[in-house]
C-alpha cells in the first residue's frame, strides 16, 4: 500500500528541481469551434456527436491556484461513471477534443478534458503551430500539468464520476502526458496514449519524458502510434516496446504498443488530412478493450 510519503515521492519525480510558478489564468473560459492553426478543417471527415441524451459542457475545475476550464460529457442520467482523463493535442480544448469527450459519455464514460494551458495562453488563437508550441507548450510544466489532472480527479468524484473506475487517454501532446499521469497516480487503472512523444531533451519543464518512466507505471498503457510518423522515429517506439517487456514492474510489464505501418502522425485526428478512417476505427476499438479489461 503506498503510504503518503510515497505518493509525494513518486510526484516529486516528476517535478522539476524548482516549484512552477503559480500565475494567473489567462483562459478562464472554452471557445467554440476548431482551432485556427488547423483551418481549413476536412469537414468532409470530421466526425459531429451529439450532445442528446449526454450532460455536456463547460466546467470549472478549482486547482490550487485558480479555477480551470474543462470540458465534461457523460451520460445525463444513472451513475457513477468510470472517469476518463482526455488530454489535448497542442491545439487545446477546441472541438475536436469535445466530441472525443461526447462519443466516450456515450459509451457511458465521465469524460473530462482540461485546458491545460489555461495559465499560459490560448493555443486556439494562434494561426502557426510553431508559434503554439514556442509561446505555449515550451512554458508549461509537466508538473502543473500532472497537479491539473489530480485536480479533475478530485472533481469527478464529486460529480457523478467513480474515481476508483479512472482511465487517461490523450493525443499528441497529451499522448505523453498519458504516459506521464500513468507513472503519477496509483489511482489510474489503465492509460491509452496516442502517438504521444516517448523522449526528448529534458529540462525545468520537462524533467523526464515516458522513456525515462517505463518501468515505473503505476498502470497498464496501450500506445498507438503510426510507422510513417515523422515527428516519432520508428527507433525509438522500438526502444520502449523492449523497455517496457524487459521491466520488472508488472504495470509497465502488462503495457503494450501497437504501431500501424502506414499511418502517419495524428491518424485518428478526423477533421484533419492526417486522417487514417481504417486505423483510427480500430485504434478506438482497440482503447475501448483495453479499458474494459483493466476495469475502466
Not at 531533451?201 to 519524458?209: A, F, I, L, S
Not at 498507438?224 to 504495470?251: C, F, H, K, W
Not at 495524428?266 to 485504434?283: I, T
Request: charged share 20%; proline share 7%.
Amino acid at each position: 500500500m503506498n503510504t503518503p510519503a510515497d505518493l509525494a515521492s513518486q510526484f516529486h519525480s516528476l517535478q522539476p528541481q524548482t516549484s512552477y510558478d503559480r500565475r494567473g489564468f489567462l483562459v478562464t473560459a472554452l471557445g467554440a469551434g476548431f482551432a485556427l492553426a488547423v483551418q481549413p478543417v476536412a469537414a468532409q471527415t470530421a466526425i459531429s456527436t451529439p450532445a442528446d441524451g449526454l450532460l455536456a459542457g463547460e466546467i470549472s475545475v478549482p486547482t490550487q491556484d485558480g479555477a480551470m476550464p474543462a470540458y465534461r460529457a457523460q451520460p445525463a442520467t444513472g451513475g457513477p461513471f468510470p472517469v476518463l482523463l482526455v488530454v489535448q493535442e497542442i491545439f487545446g480544448v477546441h472541438e475536436h477534443i469535445k466530441d472525443i469527450c461526447r462519443r466516450l459519455a456515450r459509451l457511458g464514460y465521465q469524460a473530462i478534458a482540461p485546458e491545460l494551458y489555461a495559465r499560459q495562453g490560448d493555443p486556439r488563437q494562434y494561426t502557426a503551430i510553431p508559434d503554439i508550441l514556442a509561446k505555449i507548450v515550451a512554458k508549461v510544466p509537466d508538473a502543473q500539468v500532472m497537479a491539473d489532472l489530480d485536480a479533475c480527479t478530485a472533481w469527478a468524484k464529486g460529480h457523478g464520476g467513480d474515481a476508483a473506475r479512472l482511465g487517461v487517454t490523450g493525443f499528441c501532446w497529451g499522448g505523453r502526458i498519458t504516459w506521464l499521469y500513468a507513472a503519477h497516480n496509483p489511482g489510474v487503472k489503465a492509460g491509452v496514449a496516442w502517438y504521444g512523444r516517448l523522449l526528448g531533451q529534458t529540462g525545468e519543464m520537462t524533467p523526464r519524458h515516458p522513456l525515462d518512466l517505463a518501468g515505473e507505471l503505476k498502470a497498464p498503457v496501450l500506445g498507438l502510434y503510426g510507422g510513417l510518423d515523422q515527428g516519432i522515429p520508428l527507433a525509438g517506439v522500438e526502444q520502449m516496446q523492449e523497455t517496457l517487456a524487459r521491466s520488472a514492474n508488472p504495470p509497465s510489464r502488462s503495457s503494450s504498443i501497437h504501431v500501424y505501418d502506414q499511418a502517419p502522425h495524428a491518424f485518428h485526428a478526423d477533421y484533419r488530412p492526417s486522417y487514417r478512417k481504417d486505423e483510427a476505427e480500430d485504434g478506438w476499438k482497440r482503447m475501448q478493450a483495453w479499458f474494459k479489461q483493466h476495469g475502466v
